[in-house]
């Protein structure tokens, strides 16, 4: 059973545009949310985080919104440049310490940006 | 650079081979972690350390073997892989606070 589903599998935005990522997650028990860009070749990098005492993280041009009841995050990139095509991934740990490194990933989003 | 560095970067190896993939960090960190990304997979939790000690095992066939020698290096001693092992295999390290994880680059492991 997929704790974390991430869609779409893939996106495909005109530059200037916006990339909208969605996830759900199934237990409630987590509360570390985190999302990862990653580059042909590279490990995944941490873009953005968001614990659920909040609804909306904004850093820059990307910024995680958080419905709680819904158990969905989504992850939302305005201004959408050709530097931000990537695979987008999803994750979701509990508590701090050792166990937030126990992360459950979606599958990813592979992102294109036209210019 | 999150100063979690892993080498070798690529691997080539036989099914017959033992090798071994290194995983180091100076950050302090208590917690180490090996993840496996394959191309038809969500990435996964192999293997969790915490102050050298395993506290997770993801139901790993034994053909992985980690070592924690210390809280700044983790190994992934492989012997007898299959080709299906062949993928990108993802250190990672939390400090004690906990309060956000850092990749390492990954070694990309190709066996033949």
């Known amino acids: 059973q997929q704790q974390v589903k991430q869609s779409p599998q893939s996106l495909i935005v005109q530059k200037g545009g916006i990339s909208i990522i969605n996830c759900a997650y199934e237990?409630?028990?987590?509360?570390?949310f985190p999302w990862y860009q990653q580059f042909p070749g590279k490990g995944p990098a941490l873009l953005i985080a968001?614990?659920?005492?909040?609804s909306e993280k904004k850093e820059g041009r990307f910024t995680i919104s958080f419905n709680k009841s819904a158990k969905q995050f989504s992850l939302h990139i305005m201004d959408s440049q050709p530097g931000d095509s990537a695979t987008y991934f999803c994750?979701?740990?509990?508590?701090?310490?050792?166990?937030?490194?126990?992360?459950?990933f979606g599958r990813g989003t592979q992102l294109t940006v036209w210019p | 650079e999150t100063g979690v560095t892993q080498t070798p970067r690529h691997l080539v190896m036989g099914m017959t081979n033992k090798k071994s993939l290194k995983c180091e960090q100076h950050?302090?960190?208590?917690?180490m972690y090996w993840y496996k990304q394959s191309a038809k997979k969500p990435l996964e939790l192999m293997f969790v350390?915490?102050?050298?000690?395993?506290?997770e095992n993801n139901s790993v066939p034994s053909r992985f073997s980690p070592e924690c020698p210390n809280s700044s290096h983790l190994f992934l001693h492989l012997h007898t892989l299959q080709p299906e092992d062949s993928a990108l295999y993802l250190c990672?390290?939390?400090?004690?606070?906990?309060?956000?994880?850092?990749f390492g680059e990954g070694s990309w492991l190709t066996v033949v």
């Open positions: 968001i614990r659920p005492d909040v």
């Open positions: 994750a979701a740990s509990m508590g701090r310490g050792s166990t937030l490194g126990r992360l459950y």
């Open positions: 350390y915490n102050f050298k000690e395993q506290t």
């Open positions: 950050l302090g960190h208590n917690a």
């Open positions: 990672a390290s939390v400090p004690v606070d906990g309060n956000t994880i850092y």
């Open positions: 237990n409630t028990a987590f509360d570390y």
